[in-house]
């Protein structure tokens, strides 16, 4: 009876560590196909496409980070290709809520953590250029402080480093001043952007600001 007990015990085990890896195997799938195509992303309606890719995903895998990040990214990256007012406001709001979602998350590495840092001042400076006059005030401060904690966690983190960089270049220029690193920073992080893994479904993305 005993011996007949531990041979259902490992068959069960067996059977959910098949599940769990078929499970695990076909996210992969999907996030490295869905982070792939955003190689060739160019209009509203190709981040829209990417967004709700990235929507269907994280539905099926709601604790997978990955999903959730780029479901935040691709909102943001949509608001600013979008048009209409009221459609960019939801989607700014939808994007805060996932991020909020995200920064929830428990067991994340200091790299990930600095990239959700990043992602969120990307965030506020999306809120920002709404309406720079209100909003600009009202965010700065959390703008600066995200990258700074983005970059204490992960100095070496492109995203950080060039998204600080045209921050503080535009607000040295409000202020009548001059980023005197923005060249030497922006350099840097491209560097360290090439030097990324194109195969891997982490943060890899880039952007130019005016």
Known sequence: M???????????????ATAVYAQEDALNRQLTAAVASLDSVCSAADWQEARNRFQRIHTVYPADWVSCYYLAYTGISLFFAEGDAGAKQKLIEEAGATIDKLKRMKNLSEQIRSEICTLNGYYY?????????????RYTGRVVSLYAEALRLHPQNPRAILLN?????????????????????????????????????APRWWVEIR
């Open 125 to 137: 400076y999306a809120l920002m250029s709404v309406d720079p006059q209100v909003n600009g005030p």
């Open 2 to 16: 005993k011996t007949m007990t531990c041979m259902y015990l490992s068959l069960f085990l067996t059977v959910a």
């Open 165 to 201: 960089a045209y921050f503080q270049r535009n607000l040295s220029s409000f202020m009548g001043g001059a980023y005197a690193s923005f060249e030497s920073d922006k350099a840097r992080a491209k560097e360290l952007h090439e030097q990324e893994d194109k195969t891997s479904v």
